[in-house]
């Protein structure tokens, strides 16, 4: 199962876009990559997924790079509201679909 | 839409007994639910997964015997604790999929939060 290294913590000041790596270098070809959040005590919130191409919805945009090896969630302008961890997955395509879950981002938005 | 409930939020009970959490999917079909824990400060753990109808697949290290999943329908699966100790002390999170759905994204119930004193 491919697996995911994201910084632990990050700060980012409010207003100012926010921008969270992940290193999955040994994703295949067929693997997508999703990024969830999840604030203190609640399930993860989906927020966007992606295989090839870039991807940008109301919440975020999500750049992969050519090779796949990395990408990177980019909320344009955080908010005080954004501050989360985030995670970002490498859902297996065999099977069932599973999500193996790696460390995350403790993401906090500054005032 | 993609609502994910559980049930109950919380619970306390004393040690030895089991205690049930349902997952409900509430506005579509789940083929396969999944239930993951997570220890404070820690990451999601997936422990099993489940399709309605079938015997659930377990993780390695999770044991079947304690942990009872049943998939009994596409809009609910329960995780039965039993005989439970503090070390089961643990907040217990569900996610639900369609494969149907977009991408084959799981959403997330808002977790069960269990103290086992």
């Known amino acids: 199962d491919a697996k995911t290294t994201q910084p632990t913590s990050m700060d980012c000041a409010e207003g100012r876009a926010a921008n969270l790596p992940c290193n999955h270098s040994?994703?295949?070809?067929?693997?997508?990559v999703y990024w969830y959040r999840q604030i203190h005590s609640q399930g993860p919130q989906y927020i966007i997924h992606?295989?090839?191409n870039n991807e940008t919805n109301e919440m975020a945009s999500l750049i992969i790079t050519e090779d796949r090896k990395s990408s990177t969630l980019i909320l344009p302008h955080a908010t005080l509201r954004d501050t989360a961890v985030y995670y970002c997955i490498v859902r297996v395509t065999s099977g069932t679909y599973k999500y193996i879950f790696g460390t995350g981002t403790r993401l906090k938005v500054l005032a | 839409g993609a609502v994910v409930s559980q049930h109950p939020s919380r619970v306390i009970c004393k040690s030895g007994t089991s205690v049930k959490i349902e997952c409900r999917s509430l506005?579509?079909?789940?083929?396969?639910m999944f239930w993951y824990r997570q220890f404070p400060k820690q990451s999601l753990m997936l422990m099993a997964t489940?399709?309605?109808?079938?015997?659930?697949?377990?993780e390695q290290g999770v044991e079947k015997d304690k942990f009872l999943i049943n998939h009994a329908s596409l809009t609910l699966s329960t995780l039965t604790v039993t005989s439970a100790h503090p070390e089961d002390s643990s907040f217990y999170i569900c996610?639900?999929?369609?494969?149907?759905?977009?991408?084959?994204?799981?959403?997330f119930g808002p977790g069960t939060r269990l103290t086992v004193l």
């Open positions: 992606g295989l090839k």
């Open positions: 996610s639900a999929s369609n494969r149907g759905g977009r991408g084959n994204e799981q959403f």
């Open positions: 506005d579509f079909q789940a083929t396969t």
């Open positions: 489940s399709n309605e109808g079938s015997k659930a697949t377990y």
């Open positions: 040994t994703i295949s070809g067929n693997e997508y």
